[in-house]
């Protein structure tokens, strides 16, 4: 191992510590050789876009306050115990699930007034909230509950946070 080898693994990216756990030099030799050589020191990458820790980081935009959210979402504490009956008919369940948001779906159409306008960033910001519901965020936004959930799957991962997305989808 010679000190070659240790400057152009630095320079292909990697951090001191990994080179010295790939070449066995220890830490203060592969220092010595990066100063000695005026390698840049290692800069570990940006998290992406869209992600918890770019949000982390102090990004602010759409995207990863959508991913935050969703990180909240899916840490969120287990709900209290659901009614019995729920549980022991599925399918019962299901259907009345599904009735529900057809009258979600009605009652958002009935009171939308944004259709068919291209998404702003700040009604993005709203619909990707995943603390509101799909229903919540239409209503607040004017626009369809099925085209909050479009949005959702679109621009933000999944799609109803709450329960599971229903097969059939209402248009519009
Ligand atoms: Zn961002």
Request: glycine share 6%.
């Amino acid at each position: 191992m010679d000190d070659d080898q240790i400057a152009r693994l630095l320079t292909s990216g990697l951090s001191a510590r990994e080179v010295a756990r790939q070449t066995g030099a220890n830490r203060r030799r592969v220092a010595r050789v990066r100063s000695e050589r005026g390698i840049p020191t290692y800069t570990p990458p940006e998290p992406e876009h869209g992600t918890d820790a770019r949000f982390q980081r102090g990004c602010r935009c759409t995207l990863c306050r959508a991913a935050h959210s969703r990180k909240n979402w899916a840490l969120r504490p287990p709900p209290a115990a659901r009614p019995a009956a729920a549980e022991a008919f599925p399918e019962e369940k299901s259907r009345a699930l599904a009735d529900l948001h057809a009258q979600d779906q009605r009652r958002t159409r009935e009171a939308a007034t944004r259709y068919y306008h291209a998404w702003t960033e700040d009604e993005l910001a709203i619909a990707l909230d995943y603390a509101h519901s799909a229903t919540h965020a239409a209503a607040l936004l004017g626009r369809t509950r099925s085209a909050v959930l479009h949005a959702r799957i679109r621009y933000g991962g999944t799609g109803e946070a709450s329960g599971p997305t229903p097969h059939r989808r209402n248009q519009p």
